[in-house]
């Protein structure tokens, strides 16, 4: 097939929600979008439009697109998605070496990505480009729930930018969406530090999203600095928990070893789906 | 008859259940978002809420979660059609305190005996 790949730039947001939302309409895990998400989706995790790509055929068609997100030596390829009736025709592979070429362009040789697990396709396309995994996520959810648990230890809430100072101390790699640079460019970060009686000690970032009618929780990374990570995890998401009893809360991109996994299991979280995290290292 | 508000993105999915819904004398109304499912809610009190938890602005989570904290709608039974996974509908189910679920692509029987036995559960 014959493609034109248009900056993504030259679309509105609107427009390219609707060639995303298409593209996923049979997507194993559905999550469409609309304009204004998607909007804070290039604010929060430095996509450069101009750098992304819209696949358009000879009739006009758009039948596929990629973003690029762009944070000085490192790129992120997200929002891959080609229309049900035009994949296995060499799109999604052309829209990849743009992004890649892109990337290139600005002398970038950490390239990233993350594929949802078992979208076999997606992987198999990603190893052909030369990408490797290099962990394994849990996407998970809670829904709110009273507790009857007795809070232990001392709490201390922070604000954005104290929950900001806080996060840059994390000694463990975050996915794109959750580490530092995401988290600056929201408005909406908030941080728990906790210290129990024993002296176990950690913190909790999260972000604190209003919507329509009640706030929801989201973007959660969890640090103990000293004692035992369930302990320590547990008493965080508690005292969270009862904080905020009302709220639905989102954690994504939790390492399948996150020492805090069984933690957030007791609090009620349960796994939604998986993400394989893949980077590519240019030499070039 | 009962009034039912379905919740979906999908024109075509929106279309089908309608179909089904209206051919059982039911009065079907439908929002392609959770926001105006929502107004629609509050709006119309419907006897019944089949939900797509893929929604463009807040999905069909959060929106169960707005829906059920409002006392007028703790007994409208809320049930989940969706093409997520089954285990993980089971438990988003399970976990939001939601009446039952369908996972896509459902039969149009499956449909009509979810629909008739919530509405009954509620009259009884």
Excluded at chain 2, 88 to 110: M, N
């Amino acid at each position: 097939m014959t493609i034109e790949l248009i900056p993504a730039e030259q679309f509105t947001l609107q427009e390219l929600t609707e060639l995303y939302n298409q593209t996923r309409v049979d997507y194993m895990v559905p999550m469409p979008m609309n304009a204004s998400r998607l909007g804070d989706y290039v604010h929060d995790f430095d996509i450069d439009l101009s750098r992304s790509c819209v696949a358009r055929a000879a009739d006009g068609q758009m039948r596929g697109l990629c973003m690029l997100g762009v944070r000085q030596k490192q790129a992120w390829i997200t929002r891959l998605g080609v229309l049900p009736s035009t994949r296995r025709s060499g799109v999604g592979s052309a829209l990849l070496d743009c992004m890649l070429e892109n990337a290139h362009s600005l002398g970038i040789e950490d390239i990233q990505l993350e594929v949802i697990k078992n979208n076999v396709p997606a992987y198999n396309l990603f190893l052909c480009k030369d990408f490797k995994e290099t962990g394994e996520y849990l996407v998970m959810r809670r829904a709110p729930h009273p507790s009857a648990a007795p809070l232990q230890g001392n709490d201390v809430w922070l604000n954005r930018d104290e929950a900001l100072e806080v996060l840059q101390s994390c000694p463990n790699h975050l996915t794109w969406i959750n580490d530092l640079a995401s988290m600056r460019n929201a408005s909406d970060v908030e941080c728990l530090r906790l210290t129990l009686q024993d002296g176990s000690a950690g913190w909790l970032v999260y972000r604190n999203t209003k919507f329509t009618l009640r706030s929801t929780l989201s973007h959660l990374v969890i640090h103990t600095e000293k004692g035992d990570p369930n302990e320590v995890g547990a008493q965080l998401l508690l005292n969270l928990h009862i904080r905020y009893p009302h709220h639905d809360t989102y954690a994504e991109n939790i390492h399948i070893n996150d020492p805090h996994l069984p933690a957030l299991r007791a609090l009620g979280y349960f796994e939604n789906f998986a993400r394989i995290e893949m980077h590519r290292l240019s030499t070039t | 008859m009962a009034r039912i508000l379905y919740i979906e993105d999908i024109q075509d999915n929106i279309t089908l259940v309608e179909k089904i819904v209206t051919s059982r004398g039911h009065e079907f109304i439908s929002a392609n978002n959770a926001e105006l499912g929502l107004e629609l809610a509050f709006d119309l009190h419907p006897d019944l809420i089949l939900l797509d938890l893929g929604l463009p602005d807040a999905d069909g989570q959060t929106l169960s979660v707005w829906l059920r904290s409002e006392p007028a709608f703790e007994a409208v039974p809320i049930i989940v059609l969706t093409a997520w996974p089954e285990e993980v509908v089971r438990h988003t189910v399970e976990a939001y305190g939601l009446d039952g679920y369908l996972c896509k692509p459902f039969s149009l029987t499956a449909l009509v005996q979810i629909i008739d036995s919530a509405l009954a559960k509620k009259t009884s």
